[in-house]
């Protein structure tokens, strides 16, 4: 286990770039395109896991929504999974999982956000060393969009996921309480025939899925990327499709639930996504021309 520094290791910067990185405190850091800010990543004084806690349309509407009542394990836009029958995920077993960070700093080259992350079981064994980068990447004024990559290295043999283990398990995002209802999900495949695993709660193999609802009145465009270079594919999870259930959700899976995956010490698991986000209500044809400038 490594020592955890009383201080993170990001400073305040400014980029002379139209994209730039500001710190506000040591607890969380800012990203801002042409000084507006429109993402804010969390690593301070978090009881269980870092995480990105505003994401705003390109007008500046937040999208997301941290540990609500009902499920206060969901910190807006982060990434969980189980890792050696520890879950990192959910928080209300004492024997929960924590992700804590080592290191924070900017990247000068790309405008983004490197971190360094221990999963460390409750006994404060490190289980698997996270290299986390958070980009915010401009391209025009009409989209937000956030790149998300993970690379997990096993400090010794271990196993990523556990049969049985929640379904929703990756990056998952939590939108705020106006996105809950009369929300619609639609995909690249063009179908809506996943498997349901319960109520509305849906897999589905597919390169993007996104996901419009309205946001103070207002229509708002969110998807989720895979990415080609990824091992394992994605298998987005949704719910609250139509408004039916609680709360709408959303998260890119690798279906470790059905098909855990051993890893050995010091081999390494890597992921990484976009997410995209609109003020109004995109066309799959306009989503599909996103996801295609990102794989390109």
Not at 195 to 218: F, H, N, P, S
Not at 278 to 294: I, L, T
Request: aromatic share 10%; hydrophobic share 35%.
């Amino acid at each position: 286990m490594r020592t955890i520094p009383s201080l993170c290791l990001i400073v305040s910067l400014f980029f002379t770039a139209t994209l730039t990185a500001t710190e506000n405190t040591t607890q969380s850091t800012v990203l801002q395109q042409d000084g507006k800010d429109f993402a804010r990543y969390r690593f301070g004084e978090v009881p269980f896991k870092p995480y990105v806690d505003v994401l705003r349309t390109p007008t500046g509407k937040n999208i997301l929504r941290d540990a609500p009542w009902d499920h206060l394990h969901h910190h807006a836009l982060m990434f969980a999974i189980r890792v050696g029958g520890t879950n990192f995920w959910e928080e209300n077993d004492p024997k929960a999982g924590k992700q804590i960070t080592t290191k924070c700093e900017p990247d000068f080259g790309d405008q983004s956000i490197k971190t360094e992350i221990d999963w460390n079981t409750a006994e404060e064994k490190t289980l698997v060393q996270e290299i986390r980068k958070i980009s915010l990447v401009q391209e025009g004024n009409d989209v937000t969009l956030l790149d998300w990559q993970t690379t997990l290295k096993a400090v010794n043999d271990t196993v990523l996921g556990d049969e049985g283990a929640g379904h929703y398990h990756g990056l998952g995002l939590r939108f705020v309480e106006d996105m809950d209802k009369n929300g619609r999900f639609f995909n690249d495949t063009g179908k809506n025939d996943g498997e349901i695993v319960r109520g509305d709660e849906r897999l589905t193999r597919c390169k993007w899925m996104a996901y419009t609802a309205k946001l103070e009145g207002q229509p708002v465009t969110v998807a989720i990327f895979d990415h080609p270079s990824n091992a394992l594919p994605m298998t987005a999870f949704t719910m609250g499709d139509g408004g039916n259930g609680p709360f709408a959700y959303m998260s890119a899976t690798t279906n470790f639930y059905k098909k855990p995956m051993p890893l050995a010490a010091g081999k390494t698991f890597s992921t990484k996504y976009r997410i995209a986000v609109w003020d109004g209500e995109v066309s799959p044809e306009a989503v599909g021309k996103a996801y295609a400038e990102y794989v390109k």
